[in-house]
Nanobody, 118 residues
Framework: VQLQASGGGLVQPGGSLRLSCVAS????????MGWYRQAPGSQRELVAG???????NYADSVKGRFTISRDDANNTVYLQMNSLKPEDTAVYFC?????????????WGQGTLVTVSS
């Protein structure tokens, strides 16, 4: 089972990026997926998660700016990030399955670096 994350890069404050995570096996997308991030010197934290039923959870710091969605036909979960701030700079990881906040699944993507800087 593999999770392939992509879409990171360098963006100016106020800009947007869309991260993608493709699951190699369909059940892991259907069972939900979460996006986490880890900044230097900080613990990994949940950014957003989408459950099997389609319920979503967001960190308070990204509510109203980030949107998690999924494309079951393509085994892909997206994280649309708008109005990016320097404090969003981190390595972003996808994780599966996502059941609820506080519980991580055993499968991790390799991480994609997001840098927000002018």
């Amino acid at each position: 089972v593999q999770l392939q994350a992509s879409g990171g890069g360098l963006v100016q404050p106020g800009g947007s990026l869309r991260l993608s995570c493709v699951a190699s096996r369909r059940p892991f997308n259907i069972n939900g997926m979460g996006w986490y991030r880890q900044a230097p010197g900080s613990q990994r934290e949940l950014v957003a998660g989408i459950t099997r039923s389609g319920s979503t959870n967001y960190a308070d710091s990204v509510k109203g700016r980030f949107t998690i969605s999924r494309d079951d036909a393509n085994n892909t979960v997206y994280l649309q990030m708008n109005s990016l701030k320097p404090e969003d700079t981190a390595v972003y990881f996808c994780n599966a399955p996502f059941i609820r906040v506080g519980v991580t699944g055993p499968y991790w993507g390799q991480g994609t670096l997001v840098t927000v800087s002018s």
